[in-house]
Antibody, heavy 121, light 113 residues
Framework: QMQLQESGPRLVKPSETLSLICTVS??????????WSWIRQPAGRGLEWIGR???????NVNPSLKSRLTMSLDMSNEQFSLNLGSVTAADTAVYYC?????????????WGQGIQVTVSS | DIVMTQSPDSLSVSLGERATINCKSS????????????LAWYQQKPGQPPKVLIY???TRDSGVPDRFSGSGSGTDFTLTISGLQAEDVAVYYC?????????FGQGTKLEIK
């Protein structure tokens, strides 16, 4: 069964770049069967879809974050990544990676456990 | 963006009773060509990621107990939990996957009375 696991720095300074990696096991991100998404959840609040990467590096992103966001795939290591620039305290959240099937685009049927990222000096 | 609004924000129900959560979308999420509403329900327990319960507004995901049911079409949807059990304490979210950016409701916190 496919599993996803987030990794990266848990503390980022304001104005710097938040960088996270999601490692996929039990399956291949190059199968073409899934899109690979990032979703975040500030403490005690709801869920915000950040964006997704797929294929050979194509992306769909939330317009609210588009100017600060870069996502990519590393098929050789079965990983995909998120880079969010110019962070502020408002970017403090639990960040999840998730997959959505191509045949049911936008339905997140498998999630990582999440990683708490705090933006603070 | 499609705005998803849930009601109530929190709910307290006795064990064995019925819990009902509503979700309204600012734009129809019904795709006319296949007559499917692109609406899902998730359950999130403390310290865990969300887990999909229902998709296509009323289809239970594999392994989800049949006490969970979804209904509705277009812009108005309901999640019903019949015969509440202690393990159902969680926050429940609706989500539209009709169009990007995909958006979630604010969540409904379900507690035992």
């Amino acid at each position: 069964q496919m599993q996803l696991q987030e990794s990266g720095p848990r503390l980022v300074k304001p104005s710097e770049t938040l960088s996270l990696i999601c490692t996929v096991s039990g399956g291949s991100i190059s199968s073409g069967d899934y899109y690979w998404s990032w979703i975040r959840q500030p403490a005690g609040r709801g869920l915000e879809w950040i964006g997704r990467v797929y294929g050979r590096g194509s992306t769909n992103v939330n317009p609210s974050l588009k100017s600060r966001l870069t996502m990519s795939l590393d098929m050789s290591n079965e990983q995909f990544s998120l880079n969010l620039g110019s962070v502020t305290a408002a970017d403090t959240a639990v960040y999840y990676c998730a997959r959505d099937p191509v045949v049911m685009s936008g339905l997140f049927d498998s999630w990582g456990q999440g990683i708490q990222v705090t933006v603070s000096s | 963006d499609i705005v998803m609004t849930q009601s109530p924000d929190s709910l307290s129900v006795s064990l064995g009773e019925r819990a009902t959560i509503n979700c309204k979308s600012s734009h129809s999420v019904l795709f006319n060509s296949n007559n499917k509403s692109y609406l899902a329900w998730y359950q999130q327990k403390p310290g865990q990621p969300p887990k999909v319960l229902i998709y296509w507004a009323s289809t239970r995901d594999s392994g989800v107990p049949d006490r969970f049911s979804g209904s509705g079409s277009g812009t108005d949807f309901t999640l019903t939990i019949s015969g509440l059990q202690a393990e159902d304490v969680a926050v429940y979210y609706c989500q539209q996957y009709f169009s990007s950016p995909y958006t979630f409701g604010q969540g409904t916190k379900l507690e035992i009375k």
